[in-house]
Nanobody, 129 residues
Framework: QVQLVESGGGSVQAGGSLRLSCGSA?????????MGWFRQAPGKEREGVAV????????LYVDSVKGRFTISQGDAENTVYLQMNSLKPEDTAMYYC?????????????????????WGQGTQVTVSS
């Protein structure tokens, strides 16, 4: 069963922008401590893109998206967004929203998909040259 729902993916030209949204599936309630965005391209491992510690607002980004992507929290505690600017073809992937309900002191583990228990089904982002 899917606990989270992503939206906002699509096809854009290089240099374009997209804004992804993530919220709870209907009828699902939880209290997140970490929420993040992950992506997976065909033949590659799933990687952490951007993660936020909900209570503090602290964020981490993979180096390849720093300065281009921004994760932010919505008015609801279990809602997050990913603003993606200056998109590149190498950003093409399925993007997944994930949540963790227990805090994780080791920040190096924030981008590890095995740290998260709740996931969405993904939204496709395709960036063409």
């Amino acid at each position: 069963q899917v606990q989270l729902v992503e939206s906002g993916g699509g096809s854009v030209q290089a240099g374009g922008s997209l804004r992804l949204s993530c919220g709870s599936a209907y009828g699902f309630t939880y209290r997140p401590y970490l929420m993040g965005w992950f992506r997976q391209a065909p033949g590659k491992e799933r990687e952490g893109v951007a993660v936020m510690q909900i209570r503090s607002g602290a964020t981490l980004y993979v180096d390849s998206v720093k300065g281009r992507f921004t994760i932010s929290q919505g008015d609801a505690e279990n809602t997050v967004y990913l603003q993606m600017n200056s998109l590149k073809p190498e950003d093409t992937a399925m993007y997944y929203c994930a949540a963790r309900t227990v805090d994780l002191p080791k920040t190096a583990d924030w981008g590890d998909p095995t740290s998260y228990m709740y996931w969405g089904q993904g939204t496709q982002v395709t960036v063409s040259s």
